[in-house]
């Protein structure tokens, strides 16, 4: 549910990839504009040495060209690089949801519809208690690769917001499905009120510990 992979996301939904693929595409483009453009670009008129003209325009042409495809390498590798490292893997919450309270109370029968659907929808991978150790947990892969589901009972749960939470359990992310076409905003709401009772709230030595 809302932390689904062990990944310590702490905001999260990914980003960064999409947008890379939209600049890698244009840059594609804009080299191949320019290949046209400089390869189809005449000699210039009235030289005396037009032969000598044209192979120095062509020099200048090809120089320009392999100049363009060298930058648009290095700015790809740059990107699918930083894919790559630990972090480019995050799953950030757009602010303003993340601003949002919880609007419904946290008393005892929105307690307990939030684990009815609990159990009916997270259950099978984070597990009775949240650890990430339901039946379905090993089994979670995203694009190929083996995924763990986040441990909701570590006290760093905390460190989200319920709209941070609220917005990963209704938006989803690979293999966790979005609820917000399956449960009502209220059930949302309800299931994290829940999902806040599997972590203790840090305490005052652990937040000291935490901040020097």
Known sequence: MPVAHREDEGAARRVGLPGRKWVIALILTILTLLNIVWSTYPPRSGSTQPDKESDESMKTRNSVTIAGVLGAALVIAGALAQDTKPGGDEWVTPARAA?????????????????????????????????????????????????????????????????????????????????????????????????????????????????P
């Open 99 to 211: 601003r949002k309270q919880n609007p419904i109370p946290a008393d005892s029968a929105k307690m307990a519809k939030g684990k009815e659907l609990y159990e009916m929808a997270c259950f099978a991978c984070h597990g009775l208690a949240g650890k990430g150790d339901g039946s379905a947990a090993a089994s979670l892969e995203r694009n190929g690769a083996p995924i763990r589901p986040g441990n909701l009972s570590e006290p760093k749960l905390w460190e989200q917001s319920d709209g941070t939470l609220f917005w990963k359990i209704s938006e989803g992310r690979t293999p966790m499905p979005a609820f917000q076409e399956s449960f009502s905003e209220e059930d949302r709401w309800a299931i994290v009120i829940y999902v806040r009772s599997l972590a203790p709230k840090p305490t005052l030595n652990a937040q000291a510990k935490g901040n």
